[in-house]
């Protein structure tokens, strides 16, 4: 059985895509992960596969004196992917980019095996510029990205398979929305939650609980009491099919993952991207994209005061949800795979 060593990591957004894919290849390759001791080893620890550690420089942006070392770590970082790499024999190397991957790709190259990279956003980002030419091929979320590369394939978005097909009405059960008089709202900042939205929500949240059913996922560490009806708090749900599920509109920050989940849901959705120093704006480029289709509409932060007026436009919006009807977001898992089973 063939082999294929996965990639990625520094935070969920470039674990949970690896997950969705190694989902659909588990029975038919023998699968490995090389990654860090952050929150990759975590995620990937449920599936139980091979997993092998490495130290993994992180670029700080702006200026920081940690980045005067990385060139070091580097090395030392590609030279321990490289053992790691030699020892597993794989036939193939899957990055989902992020500078967890960095090493790992760099090491393939050296050791020649076929390496293909994902990027989910809309441009690319730095790992996965400095790896575009050690791979096969850059695959893409947005056909945009991939004529902006030589090597770019579009294929999609990975999607993990478990958040569909739940049953919208034992959804709303589980969480205590049995009544269908209020509409359920998935409140959501990612995998770590969002003080930001956290606080904006709650600052309005008995005006809105008049109105709507509150599934508040707000992030581990993140709960606080609270006697609002209708309104349910959770740190961390594993469960996020059924999460969509019982949703009738979607608030969230604009990870690529989040919003192809969405719109791939047909969820009318509210996004509020991250955006500071420390971000690169990947976010913000997500969510206007599909924000000038008509497939979302944007909050942004500093606006979230206006929260609550936001969520009443958006459960008005019925030019959007006819968009959606017709949006042809879909997973991009199966012409993923072809690729990978093209280099195989």
Do not use: W
């Not at 060139?71 to 030699?86: N, Q």
């Not at 989910?120 to 991939?146: I, K, Q, W, Y």
């Amino acid at each position: 059985m063939k082999k294929i060593v996965f990639t990625g990591g520094g935070s969920a957004g470039h674990v949970m895509p690896n997950i969705a894919l190694m989902e659909e290849l588990q029975d038919r390759y023998d699968l490995c992960y090389i990654g860090s001791d952050g929150v990759e080893k975590r995620i990937v620890a449920p599936l139980k596969i091979p997993y092998g550690q490495i130290a993994c420089p992180k670029f700080v942006r702006g200026f920081s004196l940690r980045n005067f070392s990385i060139p070091l770590a580097l090395r030392r970082a590609v030279k321990e992917a490289e053992e790691k790499l030699a020892a597993i024999r794989p036939d193939l190397v899957f990055s989902k980019g992020g500078y967890v991957a960095l090493p790992v790709v760099f090491a393939a190259k050296r050791l020649k095996i076929p390496c293909l990279t994902h990027e989910s956003d809309l441009t690319l980002g730095l790992a996965n510029r400095l790896m575009a030419g050690r791979c096969a091929f850059v695959l893409t979320s947005f056909p945009e990205t991939a004529e902006s590369v030589i090597n770019g394939r579009y294929t999609g978005s990975p999607l993990r398979r478990s958040v569909f097909g739940s049953d919208a009405g034992m959804a709303r059960a589980k969480y205590g929305f049995a009544s269908r008089h209020k509409p359920v709202l998935l409140v959501l900042g990612g995998g770590s939650g969002s003080a930001a939205i956290n606080a904006a929500l709650r600052k309005d949240l008995f005006s809105l609980c008049k109105k709507y059913y509150i599934l508040h996922l707000c992030g581990r560490g993140n709960a606080v009491e609270s006697n609002a009806a209708g309104y349910m708090q959770r740190e961390f749900e594993e469960d996020m099919g059924a999460a969509y599920a019982c949703a009738d509109a979607v608030v969230a920050r604009a990870g690529s993952n989040t919003v192809f989940e969405t719109l791939a849901l047909k969820k009318p959705a509210l996004f509020i991207p991250l955006q500071n120093a420390r971000t690169r704006g990947d976010q913000v480029k997500n969510a206007r994209y599909f924000e000038e289709r008509g497939m979302c509409r944007v909050l942004p932060e500093r606006n979230l005061d206006n929260l609550e007026a936001a969520i009443d436009g958006l459960m008005q919006d019925s030019a959007l949800r006819k968009n959606l009807k017709n949006c042809d977001v879909e997973s991009g898992n199966e012409r993923i795979v072809a690729c990978m089973e093209e280099l195989l």
